[in-house]
C-alpha cells in the first residue's frame, strides 16, 4: 500500500535516510537474504509461504492488527488461524504498527500506545513472543519515529532501495521491492549479485502474491524468481530476527 509523496514527504524522508539512529558493524562471514510481507494480505502466507518454505526459507510477516480477518479494497487479509498456523512453521511475526498510519504525522504518546496494542494483539493470539523487528508503514520515516521505534525493536526496515552491508543502520534497513509495479528480473539479479560481492544482508519486501497481484504485491513466478536467484548464489534464507542474529553475532 502507498500514496503518493508530497515535496515534504520527500524531504523528511531524504533527511531520516542520511541520519543513522542505530549502528552496528555487520559481523556477516556470508551472504544472507530475508524475505519480508507487510500488513500482510492473507495469500502472502497461503501462496508465498509454501513458495518460500519449498526454498527452504522462513519470512517474516509484518502484521498489523487492524487488518485482521478484513476485506479492504479487494484485498483479503490473515487472520488469526493463519497467524497460529505460520508461527508454528518457524515463520517470523513482525510488527508493522497497529493501525498502519503514515507514522510521521502521529504523535509519540500515540504511537507508544499504539505499539503496545499491537504487541497485546498478537500475544493475543500466540501467547509470549517477542516482536524482534519492526516495518514502517508504507515506508513513511522521519528522524523522531525513526529513533522511537528503533528504542522499541531489535531493527526496522524502512523500503529506501539498497542492501545493509558494512555498517548496517538497524534503525532503518535498505530493502529491495518485489512488487509488480516496480520489478524486473535484471535489478533482482544485480542486487542479489551486490549482497554476494560485498556479504550483505538482502530484505526483499512485498505485499500479496496471486496472479492478479495489487500494484504492491507480486505474482508467485516473482517471488521465486527472487528465492531461486539467492539459493542459485548460495545466499541463505532467513527470517529479519534470525538474520539480525547473526550480522550481530
Ligand atoms: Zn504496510
Redesign the pocket.
Known amino acids: 500500500?502507498g500514496k503518493p509523496f508530497t515535496f515534504r514527504d520527500r524531504l523528511v524522508n531524504w533527511a531520516s535516510r542520511r541520519m543513522p539512529v542505530k549502528w552496528a558493524r555487520s559481523r556477516l562471514t556470508g551472504p544472507v537474504a530475508s524475505i519480508t510481507f507487510?500488513?500482510f494480505p492473507r495469500s502472502a502466507w497461503t501462496a508465498g509461504g509454501p513458495i518460500v518454505e519449498r526454498f527452504g526459507g522462513r519470512a517474516t510477516y509484518?502484521t498489523?492488527g487492524r487488518f485482521c480477518g478484513i476485506r479492504e479494497e479487494g484485498i483479503d487479509y490473515y487472520d488469526a488461524d493463519d497467524l497460529r498456523a505460520l508461527h508454528a512453521a518457524g515463520h517470523e511475526v513482525g510488527s508493522?504498527t497497529y493501525f498502519?498510519q503514515h507514522v510521521p504525522e502521529v504523535r509519540s504518546s500515540e504511537l507508544l500506545a499504539d505499539a503496545r496494542r499491537n504487541a497485546d494483539f498478537v500475544r493475543g493470539i500466540l501467547g509470549e513472543v517477542e516482536l524482534s523487528s519492526f516495518?514502517f508503514?508504507?515506508g513513511d520515516v522521519s528522524p523522531r519515529t525513526k529513533l522511537l521505534f528503533s528504542r522499541l525493536y531489535p531493527c526496522c526496515r524502512g523500503i529506501r532501495p539498497g542492501i545493509n552491508a558494512g555498517l548496517l543502520d538497524l534503525g532503518q534497513l535498505w530493502a529491495v521491492s518485489l512488487e509488480v509495479r516496480h520489478w524486473t528480473a535484471e535489478r533482482i539479479e544485480q542486487q542479489v549479485a551486490e549482497a554476494k560481492a560485498r556479504n550483505g544482508w538482502i530484505v526483499f519486501f512485498t505485499?500479496d502474491v496471486s496472479e492478479t497481484p495489487a500494484p504492491y504485491g507480486s505474482t508467485p513466478a516473482i517471488l521465486e524468481h527472487a528465492l531461486r536467484t539467492v539459493t542459485e548464489a548460495g545466499i541463505e534464507v532467513l527470517p529479519v530476527r534470525d538474520a539480525l542474529r547473526r550480522a550481530t553475532a
Request: cysteine-free.
Open positions: 500500500m507487510d500488513d509484518f498489523a508493522h498502519h516495518a508503514p508504507f505485499h
